[in-house]
């Protein structure tokens, strides 16, 4: 079952600091990778979609980063701001197989 | 872009009652649309995937009895609340997307408290 992790859970930074968020998944086999800012009471923000074959995206300061062979994403925000206070999500599609039919043809 | 659009925001109601929260798609057509719920300072939970025309599919654990989903339109998905207890509290969210390779939108959520 993929199970996605993000470590750590808060995390506190002065103004101006680079930061780095991380998101681990245990199953590879996705589709793609989708980074959300949620504020307070509020629905999710897209931030950044990175598809299976990209390895990163950028929008701006931020930054984001996909190894999936290692089941690891970054989110890396540049010179943070007040205004980049909140909770940041990461998503993952994943491709989840069945265990398949085999199909015998007679002739 | 793609816009989910969500009603209401907040919802106070009478336990018993019912509600209902609406998902729609402003500039896109949805075949698919997802609910989730989310409690306080956890993660979303998916809860159903909505199909256009088709019955919606739950989660294990969620009552499809009290969580009814009526995707009538490839623009409109609704959540409605059947006999809402104290415990049904909690934010609802959908979500949409374009299609494949197009990533997820989410509406901006429904925060429902059931008094």
């Known amino acids: 079952k993929q199970e996605v992790t993000q470590i750590p859970a808060a995390l506190s930074v002065p103004e101006g600091e680079n930061l780095v968020l991380n998101c681990s998944f245990t199953d590879s086999a996705i589709y793609n990778l989708q980074w959300f800012r949620q504020d307070p009471g509020k629905g999710l923000t897209s931030l950044l979609l990175i598809q299976s074959s990209q390895r990163e995206q950028t929008s701006g300061r931020l930054n984001a980063s996909l190894d999936k062979s290692s089941g690891r994403s970054t989110l890396y925000i540049a010179a943070s701001q007040p205004g980049d206070s909140a909770t940041y999500l990461c998503?993952?599609?994943?491709?989840?197989f069945g265990k398949g039919t085999t199909l015998s043809v007679s002739s | 872009g793609a816009v989910v659009s969500q009603h209401p925001s907040w919802v106070i109601c009478k336990s018993g009652t019912s509600v209902k929260i609406e998902c729609r798609s402003l500039?896109?057509?949805?075949?698919?649309m997802f609910w989730y719920r989310q409690f306080p300072k956890q993660s979303l939970m998916l809860m159903a995937t909505?199909?256009?025309?088709?019955?919606?599919?739950?989660e294990q654990g969620v009552e499809k009895d009290k969580f009814l989903i009526n995707h009538a339109s490839l623009t409109l998905s609704t959540l409605t609340v059947t006999s809402a207890h104290p415990e049904d509290s909690s934010f609802y969210i959908c979500s949409a997307s374009l299609g494949t390779g197009y990533g997820y939108t989410f509406g901006s959520g429904t925060r429902l408290t059931v008094v």
């Open positions: 500039d896109f057509q949805a075949t698919t």
């Open positions: 998503a993952v599609i994943a491709l989840i």
């Open positions: 909505s199909n256009e025309g088709s019955k919606a599919t739950y």
